[in-house]
Antibody, heavy 122, light 106 residues
Framework: VQLQESGPGLVKPSGTLSLTCAVT?????????WIWVRQSPEKGLEFIGE???????FYNPSLESRVTMSIDKSNNLFSLKLNSVTAADTAVYFC????????????????WGPGTTVTVSS | DILLTQSPATLSLSPGERATLSCRAS??????LVWYQQKPGQPPRLLIY???HRASGIPARFSGSGSGTDFTLTISSLEPEDFAVYYC????????FGQGTRLEIK
């Protein structure tokens, strides 16, 4: 399985950041969770949210009011929208796959996209 | 949620030396802890899952131990390609990461 992020690299303050993650080599309808993580020097690695094949989402409470994630099973991709962005949202954004859950085990995030840099600036 | 604290922030060692990195959880996470390696310009790479199991393709010089609140990642004999940043991670209600340990060449 491979993941690839795409979307604008520059977003204006107060605008909406929109990214898509294309999944190849496997089905997005598997039992994995599909996640977004961002990384900045100030905050390190930060979980943004997750979505499963049913469309069930969970967002980081610190970002919940501004985040929307969606899944497109017909095109094998999932998406992120973050609105009302500020300079603090400037980061490298990764899409990733969390390994399928198992009882009494945690296998971690086993597949990552290469990441895409998003800068918030006018 | 659970806070993961890594120490030291920076570790300076030479190739061939043994590296010991620590991750402490604010409350017990059982053995549900994962370690990653990240090099500049790359995404994190899964090293260890379930606190002590090497992921596929990870060299035997990497080992993890611990349970509950205290965890250790050990690199038995450092190779030049091991100098990177290492993160621990746990999932409770959501995914949380430690702040990372930078392993640099002395």
């Amino acid at each position: 399985v491979q993941l690839q992020e795409s979307g604008p690299g520059l977003v204006k303050p107060s605008g909406t950041l929109s990214l898509t993650c294309a999944v190849t080599g496997g089905s997005i309808s598997s039992d994995n969770r599909w996640i977004w993580v961002r990384q900045s020097p100030e905050k390190g690695l930060e979980f943004i949210g997750e979505i499963d094949h049913s469309g069930i989402v969970f967002y980081n409470p610190s970002l919940e009011s501004r985040v929307t994630m969606s899944i497109d099973k017909s095109n094998n991709l999932f998406s992120l929208k973050l609105n009302s962005v500020t300079a603090a949202d400037t980061a490298v954004y990764f899409c990733a796959r969390e390994a399928e859950p198992a009882v009494r085990h945690y296998y971690g995030v086993d597949v990552w996209g290469p990441g895409t840099t998003v800068t918030v600036s006018s | 949620d659970i806070l993961l604290t890594q120490s030291p922030a920076t570790l300076s060692l030479s190739p061939g030396e043994r590296a010991t990195l620590s991750c402490r959880a604010s409350r017990s996470v059982s053995s549900y802890l994962v370690w990653y390696q990240q090099k500049p310009g790359q995404p994190p790479r899964l090293l260890i899952y379930d606190a002590s199991h090497r992921a596929s393709g990870i060299p035997a010089r990497f080992s993890g131990s611990g349970s509950g609140t205290d965890f250790t990642l050990t690199i038995s004999s450092l190779e030049p390609e091991d100098f990177a940043v290492y993160y621990c991670q746990h999932r409770n209600n959501w995914i949380t990461f430690g702040q990372g340990t930078r392993l640099e060449i002395k």
